[in-house]
């Protein structure tokens, strides 16, 4: 039986996470697996909490970012994955200001 890279990567993913970790060491061992099988400079893992979202883990961003809280409704690109059902991915080209550098 052949196992694809994805399915070998969830079910390493999936023994990782079933290990007895820190929560920090989960979560950032999830973003290495999601990087790996999609190309970002940078990723973050956002808890929603009453219309503000705040930074758990991070890769490819400064350390600061992670002390930063951000009202969705002060951030178009917040605004709209917050508010899709769906994946929603921006083109290097968008003209919404990016809420973790602010260009």
């Known amino acids: ?5 994805t399915q070998k990567q969830l079910l390493e993913l999936t023994s990782e996470l079933s290990q007895n970790l820190t929560v ?14 999609i190309a ?10 009453e219309g503000v979202l705040r930074p758990l883990v991070q890769q490819g961003l400064t350390r600061d970012v992670l002390g930063r809280r951000f009202t969705v409704s002060e951030h178009p690109r917040f605004d709209e994955i917050c508010n899709s059902r769906t994946p929603v991915r921006f083109p290097t080209e968008s003209i919404l200001p990016d809420p973790m550098t602010g260009c």
């Open 1 to 5: 039986m052949t196992v694809s890279v």
């Open 24 to 37: 920090d060491v989960r979560l950032t061992r999830l973003l290495s697996s999601i990087r790996s099988v």
């Open 40 to 49: 970002c400079d940078a990723i973050v893992l956002l808890q929603h909490e």
